[in-house]
Structures are given as C-alpha cells and as structure tokens.
C-alpha cells in the first residue's frame, strides 16, 4: 500500500477495531462486577477442600463470569493486530513475531479459561462424591483436592502460562515499536509495556484495572478521540514521526495564538476605535495644490480663444 491507502485503510478499519477494544473493557469490568456480585466471597481461613465444594455449589455463577472474561480476552487479538499493522507501515523493523503472538495469545488464553474452570470442576466434583461415600476429616479433604487439583490442572496451567507468556510478549513488542513510530505516547507506550508484565506477575493483584483502561484508550485513539490535543502526527502523515510531548503541544499552542493575536489586531484596528467611542481617522484628502500643479490642473475653454480673436 501507498500512504494514501494506507490511511483509508486504518480510517475504516480502526473503527471495526475499535469497538472491539471497548468490548473488551466492557466484558471484563462486566465479568469482575459479577462475580463480586453473584458469588459470595471465601473465607480466608478456608481450606483448599471447603474452597472447592465452595465452587462447586457456585459453578454456575462462575461459569457466566468465566464466559465474559474468556471474550474479553480474546477481543485484546483485535486492537494489538491493528495496532501491529499500523506500525510495521511505519517502522518495518518491527518483529514479525509479534503479529502471530497478537494474534494467538489472546484467544488461546480465553480458551484456556474455559478449560481451566471446567478441570475445576471435575476435581470439585471427584471431592464431592468422595465425601459422599465416606466423611472426610478437614486435613483429609484438603489433601484429596490439592491432588485432584494437580491432577486435573498440570498440564492446563502449562499451556496456560505459556499463552500468557506470548501474549504478554506480543503488548510488550507492539507498544514499545507503536511508541517508537510515533503511533503511542510515551504514557501509552509505557503503560502498555506494564500490561504485558502484569500478565505474567500480577503484582497489583488479579483486577486488572490497568488493562481495562489501555484497552479501552486504545478504543479511543483508533477512532481519533484523543483528549490532550489529538493524537501524535503519525496517525495523519502515515511516517514515523515522534509524539510531541507535553512542552511541545504547549508551545506550539503558544505560537500560535501569538500569530493569531497579531493578525487580528493588524485587522481590527477599526474595530477597536469604534469600540472606544472614537471614529477612525478618514482617509487623507489630496492637497489642493496636487489639484493645481498636478495632472488635474484647469485648462481654459476652447470659447474663450475664440472671444479673445473677436476683440482684436
């Protein structure tokens, strides 16, 4: 594509894209409200057997929220592979690598989601009928649902990490070389390099309050809501060009309201004499001596040769 296709491209494109990305904020601030909501919170002194009939009585009420965050999840493939193919255009040096990472992290994740919560359930389900042939003393029930657990979910929480893994990897090459283009802020860049982190160590816990919000900015910036200015020149001229920072923006609006002032000042000088009670000076009448030594002088009338000729 030339430039010009290229920009078409990401106009109609972006809009598609970005839906999506506020679909993935949504669902997710959905899923999180309603399992705080639907399902009663666990005692924290609640061993790992009372936990899992705990979630086994609430398997539905888990399933749902399951159900909308495993979407949520997979709609973040939309805005990270839209965000990739704006900026290979731009900077072709940007890892190939990241385009099948965006692509495949964010479903697969979603997918394991699902698998996840049912391997749970199995194993609730396994605790269950154990107590049911035989009454299990606490310590007991903790240890059989701590091995139905590694049983079920080893191999789950594996390939689970892994697509995290990728995933993580594919926020944190698409927002470092989006940055670089010209296509993220550094705030945005940043941010969404710690989204990828938070991934794989959820050090500010399992809300992520963070990936709801670069998400959903992302959702923004396709559609060119961008607060602070607009977005970066990239977005318009389809080259690399670098997100003018904050002092950037500001002196430039200072330039130009400083060119804007003196053109309109030049322009309402009238204007202003009006407005101050005082008619503007009229425009300066010729000399009447440019009148008389000038191109206008008066030239006799062709009567008055003939009246002279009669008197002689």
């Given at each position: 594509?030339?430039?010009?296709?290229?920009?078409?491209?990401?106009?109609?494109?972006?809009?598609?894209?970005?839906?999506?990305?506020?679909?993935s904020?949504?669902?997710?601030l959905?899923?999180?409200?309603?399992?705080?909501?639907?399902?009663?919170?666990?005692?924290?002194?609640?061993?790992?057997?009372?936990?899992?009939?705990?979630?086994?009585?609430?398997r539905?009420?888990v399933?749902?929220?399951?159900?909308?965050?495993?979407?949520?999840?997979?709609?973040?493939?939309?805005?990270?592979?839209?965000?990739?193919?704006?900026?290979?255009?731009?900077?072709?040096?940007?890892?190939?690598?990241?385009?099948?990472?965006?692509?495949?992290?964010?479903?697969l994740?979603?997918?394991?989601?699902?698998?996840?919560?049912?391997?749970?359930?199995?194993?609730?389900?396994?605790?269950?009928?154990?107590?049911?042939?035989?009454?299990?003393?606490?310590?007991?029930?903790?240890?059989?649902?701590?091995?139905?657990?590694?049983?079920?979910?080893q191999?789950?929480?594996?390939?689970?990490?892994?697509?995290?893994?990728?995933?993580?990897?594919?926020?944190?090459?698409?927002?470092?070389?989006?940055?670089?283009?010209?296509?993220?802020?550094?705030?945005?860049?940043?941010?969404?390099?710690?989204?990828?982190?938070?991934?794989?160590?959820?050090?500010?816990?399992?809300?992520?309050?963070?990936?709801?919000?670069?998400?959903?900015?992302?959702?923004?910036?396709?559609?060119?809501?961008?607060?602070?200015?607009?977005?970066?020149?990239?977005?318009?001229?389809?080259?690399?060009?670098?997100?003018?920072?904050?002092?950037?923006?500001?002196?430039?609006?200072?330039?130009?309201?400083?060119?804007?002032g003196d053109?309109?000042?030049?322009?309402?000088?009238?204007?202003?004499?009006?407005?101050?009670?005082?008619?503007?000076?009229?425009?300066?009448?010729?000399d009447?001596?440019?009148?008389?030594?000038?191109?206008?002088?008066?030239?006799?009338?062709?009567?008055?040769?003939?009246?002279?000729r009669?008197?002689?």
């Amino acid at each position: 594509m030339d430039v010009e296709e290229q920009l078409s491209w990401e106009q109609r494109v972006g809009r598609i894209v970005a839906i999506a990305a506020f679909a993935s904020a949504a669902l997710f601030l959905a899923a999180l409200i309603y399992q705080s909501v639907a399902i009663p919170t666990l005692y924290r002194d609640a061993g790992s057997g009372e936990q899992l009939l705990h979630f086994y009585d609430h398997r539905n009420d888990v399933l749902i929220g399951t159900i909308l965050q495993a979407l949520s999840t997979a709609l973040v493939a939309a805005p990270l592979w839209f965000l990739y193919e704006a900026t290979r255009f731009r900077r072709p040096e940007t890892p190939r690598a990241a385009r099948y990472l965006a692509l495949i992290g964010g479903p697969l994740v979603g997918i394991l989601v699902f698998v996840r919560h049912f391997a749970v359930v199995g194993a609730a389900e396994k605790l269950r009928d154990e107590m049911a042939k035989s009454p299990l003393s606490p310590p007991a029930a903790d240890q059989f649902a701590d091995d139905r657990l590694a049983d079920s979910l080893q191999l789950v929480e594996v390939v689970r990490f892994a697509a995290g893994l990728a995933l993580a990897f594919a926020f944190i090459l698409v927002s470092l070389n989006a940055m670089r283009a010209g296509l993220l802020s550094r705030f945005m860049g940043v941010l969404g390099i710690i989204v990828g982190v938070l991934f794989v160590l959820p050090l500010l816990g399992t809300i992520p309050v963070v990936q709801i919000f670069w998400i959903a900015a992302l959702g923004l910036l396709f559609i060119g809501r961008w607060p602070q200015g607009g977005r970066g020149p990239a977005w318009e001229t389809g080259e690399p060009d670098p997100w003018p920072t904050a002092q950037e923006r500001q002196a430039a609006l200072m330039e130009a309201r400083e060119r804007g002032g003196d053109q309109a000042g030049e322009d309402d000088r009238p204007h202003e004499a009006i407005a101050a009670g005082r008619r503007p000076a009229p425009d300066p009448e010729p000399d009447d001596a440019e009148h008389v030594n000038g191109a206008r002088q008066h030239t006799p009338h062709p009567r008055s040769k003939k009246r002279k000729r009669k008197r002689r």
